[in-house]
């Protein structure tokens, strides 16, 4: 197991089209999150799932987000009419339910760079 | 609203001296902070945490601090190296279902052979 992918690494695409991306997680980690960065800030919580259920959506996700995790595994995060504004590192990290233990430190992935010109 | 703060931008080192990250934050509900170090066009790496019911955390050359009445903790590298050279993100977390992070804007740290 390589670690947490995301695909593609990077996006360029024109205002008002959609874009997907996916993550895979790494394969034994029930937990999956979406995170955002842009430039000079750190990353931002989007959303979170435990298995195949979407458990928790930041208010940053606004309708034209929309992200799954079928069967609990892989996930696709989806932006409808993507506006310049969307630009950013859109990160996915995993981790397994280890809240007794404390340890709260994700897997993240590289990242999707996303340029909507 | 910012909860968690890094106020120092970047920060410059000589190789085997102490770097020294310093974060504040605003919550007192968070109860687990923890570091992730940052290469360029790399995801955030976990580099060592700390639950809020301890004062310290040592993992090698890196030594995380918190002072909880001063909703402060720091990171101390040492000795400093120059693969160190990366942006340090601090990150806090409130104990529940989902454990998300609430993170910093990053100190960029640039060791200096």
């Known amino acids: 197991d390589t670690g947490v992918s995301q695909d593609p690494r990077h996006k360029i695409t024109k205002r008002g089209q959609n874009v997907t991306f996916r993550c895979d997680p790494i394969?034994?980690?029930?937990?999956l999150y979406w995170y955002r960065q842009t430039l000079g800030q750190g990353p931002e919580f989007l959303t979170y799932?435990?298995?195949?259920?979407?458990?928790?959506k930041s208010r940053l996700l606004s309708d034209r987000f929309s992200a799954e995790r079928p069967k609990g595994s892989f996930s696709t995060l989806e932006i409808q009419r993507t506006e310049q504004g969307d630009s950013a590192m859109y990160l996915c990290?995993?981790?397994?339910?280890?809240?007794?233990?404390?340890?709260?430190?994700?897997?993240f992935g590289s990242g999707t760079r996303l340029t909507v010109v | 609203d910012q909860q968690v703060k890094q106020n120092s931008p970047s920060l410059s080192v000589q190789e085997g001296r102490i770097s020294i990250l310093n974060c504040d934050y605003t919550?007192?509900?968070?109860?687990?902070f923890l570091w992730y170090k940052k290469y360029p066009a790399e995801g955030p790496t976990f580099l060592i945490s700390?639950?809020?019911?301890?004062d310290k955390n040592e993992d090698g050359r890196f030594t995380v601090f918190l002072n909880k009445s001063a909703k402060h903790l720091s990171l101390h590298i040492v000795p400093s190296q120059p693969g160190d050279s990366a942006v340090y993100f601090c990150?806090?977390?409130?104990?529940?279902?989902?454990?998300?992070?609430?993170f910093g804007t990053g100190t960029l740290l640039a060791v200096q052979p």
């Open positions: 990150a806090a977390s409130i104990a529940g279902a989902t454990n998300k992070l609430i």
């Open positions: 700390i639950s809020s019911i301890k």
């Open positions: 799932f435990q298995n195949e259920a979407q458990l928790e």
């Open positions: 990290a995993s981790s397994l339910v280890a809240v007794i233990s404390g340890d709260y430190g994700y897997t």
């Open positions: 394969s034994e980690h029930n937990r």
């Open positions: 919550n007192s509900m968070f109860d687990y």
